[in-house]
């Protein structure tokens, strides 16, 4: 008897012209969304099919936790930011994905989400290369 054959990862095309990638965690790739609007990060887990946070099982649960903490708090102390928004939709992506998002108030979308919230501003070329190898160093 053959063994199933294993699923690959593949990132969800949205999120791969949405973002782009700073970093390979344990588990998730660290992705820096592209909206100048925000400091804004996401944590795509590389488990194949995942949709749901009860798709991963506890010790990728745990290890996602632990990544969303280091996120969180190297964001929490980006320039301006007051509050963090962190949630996993999943409504228009269905790919497991987890918005670490640095807000203030008054920003583009204060007081509500940012999710639908206008038109992104794209990060000119020099300065999101500048943002990924800082978020690069960051992480470590």
Same mark, same amino acid.
């Not at 269905?94 to 807000?103: C, E, F, K, T, W």
């Given at each position: 008897?053959? &063994? &199933? %054959?294993? *699923?690959?990862?593949? +990132?969800?095309?949205?999120?791969e &012209? ?8 344990? @588990?998730?790739? =660290?992705? @820096? ?5 925000? %400091?804004?990060?996401?944590?795509? %887990? ?13 010790? *990728? ?8 903490? *280091?996120?969180?708090? +190297? +964001? ?5 930011? *007051? ?12 790919? @497991?994905? #987890?918005? #670490?998002?640095? !807000? ?9 989400? =940012? ?5 992104a !501003? ?5 300065? +999101?290369?500048?943002? #990924? ?8």
């Amino acid at each position: 008897m053959s &063994a &199933a %054959p294993r *699923q690959e990862f593949v +990132l969800d095309p949205r999120l791969e &012209a949405d973002s782009v990638l700073v970093a390979d965690g344990p @588990l998730s790739q =660290v992705r @820096l969304m592209d909206d100048a609007r925000f %400091p804004w990060l996401l944590l795509v %887990p590389r488990v194949p099919g995942a949709m749901e946070w009860i798709d991963l099982d506890g010790n *990728q649960q745990r290890l996602l936790l632990a990544e969303i903490n *280091q996120v969180a708090k +190297l +964001l929490r102390d980006e320039p301006g930011v *007051q509050k963090l928004n962190i949630g996993a939709l999943g409504n228009v992506v269905r790919q @497991l994905h #987890v918005h #670490v998002v640095g !807000r203030h108030e008054g920003d583009a979308a204060w007081p509500g989400p =940012v999710w639908g919230s206008g038109a992104a !501003r794209k990060w000119d070329v020099d300065a +999101l290369l500048a943002r #990924v190898a800082a978020w690069r160093a960051r992480l470590g």
